[in-house]
Each structure stands twice: as C-alpha cells, then as structure tokens.
C-alpha cells in the first residue's frame, strides 16, 4: 500500500500458518466499511470494475471487489509493487496469472464472506473451500462425483461424518481442478483421493498423474475445511 493509505482502508487479509513448502496462504474477511470499499474500487482494474458492475445482487459485487482488491494487496506485497499495477490476465484455458512474473503462481476461493488466498513460486497451486455446515446432497455427490473407493470411505459413516467427508474430498477435487484450469469439466468421478494418508491423489489420468500432485489441508478457522493443491507439471 502507499504511504498515504490507512490500515483501516485497506481489506482485512491475514497470514495463515505454512501448509506446504513454498505457499502463503491468507485468510481475507469479505466485509468492510464504506470507507474501506471505497478504497478496494480504487485498486481495482478497469475491466474488475466492469465485472464488478455486472454483479446483480449487491453482497456478491461487495464480496467480489473486497476478494479482488486483498487478491491484489498480497500479490502487490510479493512482487513489492502498489496493489493498482498489478496486472492480472487470463492464461491458458482463462485461468487466472501474472503479466509480469512468470514463477508466481496464485489461487483464491470464496464462500460465505470469507475467502482464502495462497501464492506459490515454481508450480501450480489450487486452493477451495466450503464451509463444514453447507447442507449438500450427499447420495448425489457421491454417486456422480465419487470413485468407488471413496464411496466404500463414505458408507459406513453416519450421515454428518458422510456429508464432512464428502465436503472434504470435494475441495481436493476442486482444488485440483483449479491448478489445472479445467475447472468444472476436470474429470472429478475419475480423481482417486485417499483422505486416509494425507489427502493424497491414489489415481488419475491425463494431466492428473499422482506423481504430479501433493495434496494438503489448509489451517483454515473452525467452521471450514479447505485443501490446497500443488501441481508439478512434467
């Protein structure tokens, strides 16, 4: 942040404990004063204005331009430069990068008014999280998303355990599919995880060989679960 600009202006953005070699995670509160979202506008681009803009529902523009605006004072940190010249494009398949630093890689996700970021140099990194009280249809997901050996993980437990672990292999899976960029047409029902050592990826095809990948649950508050994804392309 420049000279000039108050703490209290500026997103509330937290460091997180070490998860994994290499990443910095942060723990961003999606909520702030006038003031303070007067000041997240301004280190916003032209087109996150725009797209800010097009938000029908009030919270969500307010989330989006709070979530983007600490997305931008962490990498401004990083790269040592103001959060407003940070040039965020669109790479391959539209995943999100760095104009300006090829070996910086970053990933956000958000739920609630709560979002989590995380930098890593050298590889690719995915981050999601979901809160542990989101009702879901867990039949549902299982049977659409899930691999038979974790289905044979999800049966024997009672219905809370079933929807937490389901919670849980869904961000790895997600996780995984932001590293990536194939996002949601990654091939989740085909992604062997194992929450029984580690996480880790036990099967997969394509771009998503096991011996690519490292699998780690964030230190996120009570309430959350969250799995950050490091993908060491070949």
Aim: with cysteine.
């Amino acid at each position: 942040m420049s000279g000039n600009v108050s703490a209290r202006e500026t997103p509330r953005v937290a460091p997180l404990a070490c998860a994994a070699p290499g990443v910095k995670l942060w723990w961003c509160e999606l909520r702030a004063s006038p003031s303070q979202l007067r000041h997240c506008y301004s280190v916003l681009s032209v087109s996150e204005r725009a797209r800010a803009a097009r938000y029908g529902v009030e919270n969500l523009r307010v989330r989006y331009v709070i979530g983007r605006a600490g997305l931008r004072l962490v990498l401004g940190r990083s790269l040592g430069v103001p959060p407003v010249e940070v040039r965020i494009i669109r790479g391959e398949r539209g995943r999100p990068r760095l104009a300006h630093d090829a070996v910086l890689d970053f990933n956000v996700s958000h739920t609630g008014d709560v979002a989590l970021l995380g930098t890593l140099e050298g590889a690719r990194l995915g981050v999601d999280i979901e809160r542990l009280d989101r009702r879901i249809n867990t039949a549902g997901i299982a049977s659409k998303f899930l691999t038979a050996n974790e289905r044979a993980l999800v049966a024997p437990l009672d219905a809370e355990g079933a929807r937490r672990a389901v919670l849980t292999l869904w961000t790895c899976k997600e996780a995984m599919s932001k590293a990536t960029g194939d996002a949601l047409s990654a091939p989740f029902a085909s992604l062997d995880v194992d929450l029984c050592r580690g996480p880790a990826l036990r099967h997969g095809a394509g771009a998503y060989q096991p011996e690519h990948w490292s699998l780690h649950a964030a230190p996120v508050p009570d309430g959350y679960v969250a799995t950050i994804a490091i993908w060491r392309t070949p």
